[in-house]
């Protein structure tokens, strides 16, 4: 018998010691990226506690590496799986919460409403998916041995979705060797009980407080503000400062500064808001959760359903039916006093988006999604691969109009059910501000850099992961070559931005992190490398640079190609050739060698002597590469 956990924590520690002192083979699987993995930073398991790290030195208990059960591939095998058969399980699912189902369509005036249970019913087929295809992977591993897992996955919910799949004749792994601890059936049901009674905890406010606050609605604001944009505000990426902020749209001819209100969830400092109040005619701070109450009669309503329903074994359904609520009684309340014609937004794909754009098509409001940049897993997509790349993030979007740089993307995202309405191929974005920093180099703040060397390379890392889609080793492994490439041309200059605050990775890879961190620090003291923050913005770097040298297949390389040029992605250990983008001569290279080769060979060229190597007719890039985009994307703003 093996004895296997997950992600152990301190509290496991007498029943590990208990099982190794009984001589039971203990094993602790690697951490690595997982879809089922919910607690902490999303996707990833814990770090090993420290008593675990002096076991495995003393050689009382095993490791089970990622790569014995090849982890990498796991997330995005059981993500694609999850797009691949939501469809067939949901009539079978739908049954089952029908009344609940059609009275949140009742409220919200439109059948569409049921996709906030299909995308939330998607997500958790994902996580049954990631935990079922680690557990056969398991079991193949150690064949015809019993085993004990220790996991920190919802039980309950995972037999019940293996018990829905079966109804409906999906596939999956049966794993007659391998039993779930007890103590993960009662970890499990512990915290499912207390997720339970804060939902209704959370209903029960809602409609008590709702009851007591006395109007239903606010009445009509005769002083109703009116604007032609609405735009979002949804991350601290936007308020950089940079020409990729909330305002790129506004040019103050096709679309004025007085047209657009921005709209955010986020508390802002009093020099954020001034800074957007500059950009735009007004800010609007979103009634937050547990702070808006209304629609008493509803919230009563979904209530007396919670309790109804049986809480205990419907908790994600309810949870669905209530976010979707919030959202699309607070924009209710918006529009009452706000008037908008047009609503955009991006990076805004989860179920909450469903409720208030539905509030906002009945107000008459279209809404736009655009992408802001093109580092998707279709990049990744091989002849050989076992699945299409699909994720639950892009199911069910539910928006008019879908904005993006390429036919490729546009593509990929039509392969996931319930899509947008409408698809517009306008162009990379961000190519504008390149072209324009490249004509007017004097008011950039790197001239002196260009004009002190000879050959200036803008680099770009990626987001990394332990035994993930990329992996720390392949970010060691790229930086050290950015760094071998400096020492060995004198002549060569480097700006390199990083993706990720540079103390996180000790974070995401306790195994890994520190090594990148003392390389990227050791780069840094490089007189010919300067280190820029992931608060800079790209465009300056690209702008002037002779090549630029991306991670696979981070967004800056598609912006330099966009503009014609010089640009590759580098594949420091080989792991994408037969990608897309990895077929293509002269956009990206394979090991030290290879990046080498490319990066004299450009410097050897003459001025204007590049070529794209990405045809122009190719779905595969911007087929514009005309600097327009953002003015594309106004046109259309303002012809709908």
């Known amino acids: 018998m093996k004895i296997i956990f997950e992600s152990p924590r301190n509290w496991h520690k007498i029943h590990i010691l208990s099982y190794v002192m009984r001589g039971l083979s203990v094993w602790i699987i690697e951490p690595f990226r997982m879809y089922h993995y919910k607690r902490g930073i999303a996707f990833y398991p814990p770090h090993l506690p420290p008593y675990i790290e002096g076991l495995i ?11 014995m059960i090849n982890a990498k591939e796991i997330y995005q095998l059981a993500a694609d799986k999850a797009v691949e058969v939501i469809e067939s399980v949901y009539a079978e699912y739908r049954n089952e919460h029908e009344e609940l189902f059609a009275y949140v369509v009742e409220i919200l005036k439109s059948p569409v409403a049921e996709n906030v249970f299909r995308k939330s019913l998607c997500d958790r087929l994902a996580e049954f998916y990631s935990l079922n295809i680690l557990l056969h992977r398991i079991e193949s591993l150690f064949s015809d041995t019993k085993i004990i897992f220790f996991t920190d996955a919802d039980i309950r919910s995972y037999r019940y979705l293996k018990k829905l799949l079966s109804k409906n004749n999906c596939e999956f792994f049966e794993h007659t060797n391998i039993r779930f601890s007890r103590l993960s059936y009662i970890s499990s049901a512990l915290r499912k009980l207390m997720q339970n009674l804060k939902l209704v905890s959370m209903v029960f406010a809602q409609a008590l407080i709702s009851s007591i606050s006395g109007r239903l609605w606010m009445q009509s604001n005769k002083n109703k503000k009116s604007f032609a944009y609405g735009i979002t505000i949804v991350g601290q990426r936007q308020l950089k400062g940079t020409q990729r902020g909330p305002g790129f749209i506004i040019d103050n001819k096709k679309i004025s500064k007085h047209e657009v209100a921005f709209f955010t969830s986020m508390s802002l400092s009093s020099e954020q808001k001034m800074k957007l109040t500059q950009l735009s005619a007004d800010v609007f701070t979103l009634p937050q959760p547990k702070r808006f109450f209304s629609n008493p009669c509803e919230w009563r309503r979904l209530f007396l359903l919670v309790l109804k329903c049986n809480f205990l074994n419907n908790s994600e359904e309810l949870h669905a039916a209530s976010i979707t609520f919030f959202n699309y009684f607070r924009w209710k309340r918006i529009l009452e006093t ?4 047009h609503f955009i937004t991006h990076c805004d794909f989860g179920i909450d988006h469903i409720g208030r754009n539905l509030a906002l098509n009945q107000a008459g409001v279209k809404t736009y999604y655009f992408t802001d940049s093109m580092n998707f897993m279709n990049n990744f997509m091989t002849d050989e691969a076992e699945c299409a790349m699909r994720h639950p993030f892009w199911t069910y979007l539910y928006y008019d109009h879908f904005v993006t740089w390429d036919a490729f993307l546009a593509e990929y995202f039509k392969s996931h059910p319930g899509t947008f309405k409408k698809n517009h191929i306008v162009g990379c974005l961000w190519s504008r501000h390149i072209q324009e920093k490249i004509m007017a180099r004097e008011q950039m703040p790197l001239p002196e850099i260009k004009d002190g060397f000879g050959f200036v390379l803008a680099v770009f890392d990626s987001t990394y992961s332990r035994s993930g889609i990329t992996s720390y080793i392949e970010g060691i492994t790229f930086a050290s070559h950015i760094l071998q490439l400096t020492e060995e041309y004198p002549d060569i200059y480097v700006f390199l931005k990083e993706k990720k605050d540079r103390n996180a990775h000790k ?27 992931n608060q800079f913005d790209a465009s300056d770097m690209i702008s002037v640079s002779d090549i630029v040298i991306s991670f696979p297949f981070t967004s800056t390389t598609f912006e330099a190609l966009s503009v014609n040029r010089p640009a590759i992605w580098h594949d420091p250990m080989g792991y994408y050739r037969d ?19 490319m990066v004299l060979k450009i410097k050897g060229m003459k001025l204007g002597e590049y070529k794209n190597p990405i045809p122009i007719y190719s779905s595969l890039l911007d087929p514009f590469r005309d600097g327009k985009a953002i003015d594309r994307f106004r046109d259309l703003l303002v012809s709908t």
């Open 338 to 341: 706000v008037e908008i014609k």
């Open 507 to 533: 974070l995401m890879d306790i195994a890994n992190g520190h090594i990148l961190l003392k390389l990227y620090n050791k780069m840094a003291e490089h007189p010919r490398i300067t280190i820029y923050s």
């Open 579 to 597: 990608t897309p983008y990895g077929k293509i001569d002269g956009v990206t290279t394979h090991g030290y060698e290879d990046l080498r080769k």
């Open 57 to 67: 030195q003393g050689e009382k208990i095993s490791v089970l590496l990622g790569k």
